[in-house]
Each structure stands twice: as C-alpha cells, then as structure tokens.
C-alpha cells in the first residue's frame, strides 16, 4: 500500500464559509445603516439637553438659480452664505435633473474646499 503525498491544501470549503458570512455580514450592516430592524427602546426621565440639527436645504433650479432653504442666492454670494452654517449640521442638495450640471459642481467644489463633509444628495424614488 502505497501513501500519498499531502502537499496541497482544498481551499474551496473555506472560500465557501468566508462568502457566507461575508453575505451575513453585509446584509445586516445593510439593516442597521436604514433602520429597518425594529428596536422597542427603554424611557428615560431625564430632559434632553440637545437641540436638534439644524439642516440646510440647497436647492438648484432648473434655469440654475441657487436656494439655502427658501432663499434665493446669488451665485457669488453662495460661499459667504454658506459659511454661516455649522459644518455638523446636515446639508441636503436638491438639484433639477434638468439642470446644467456646472452648477452642481460649482456647488460641489464650495463644500468640498470649505470641508462640509455631513452632505446628502436628494432624489426621488420611481
């Protein structure tokens, strides 16, 4: 009788483990991030302290016309309007799907020099 040499290693059932959980893992940070898993949290007594977020709402029109809330803005005077929101604070960008794609950018470039980093970007669901 004649032994074989064990020189190889299978490596497809740990591939097959590592991509199950690997799915496992995605599937429920996937849950967490947009909180679809249900939590009935406890009460608390104690007054909240903290104020809520104040979030701006930057709105681009179609004709290229730029909005901080309801507020038209003129295009230079956006950076200097801008810069009176706290950077924590959420901005959620509105633009046209009809508008020029230079003003999206232009908008873009402003947040991105001046380091707003909490930035939401709004569209509509079919």
Do not use: W
């Amino acid at each position: 009788m004649r032994r074989q040499k064990f020189d190889t290693i299978n490596v497809v059932p740990f591939i097959d483990i590592m991509l199950v959980l690997l799915v496992i893992v995605l599937t429920t940070a996937s849950f967490i991030q947009t909180g679809l898993i249900k939590l009935d949290l406890p009460t608390s007594s104690a007054e909240q302290k903290e104020q809520p977020k104040k979030e701006l709402k930057i709105s681009i029109k179609k004709s290229g016309e730029i909005f901080f809330d309801k507020e038209k803005i003129a295009k230079e005077d956006v950076e200097k309007s801008l810069l009176t929101h706290d950077k924590k604070n959420p901005i959620h960008l509105y633009c046209d799907k009809e508008a020029q794609f230079e003003q999206f950018v232009f908008l873009l470039d402003i947040l991105k020099k001046n380091d707003y980093e909490n930035l939401g970007i709004v569209t509509k669901n079919d």
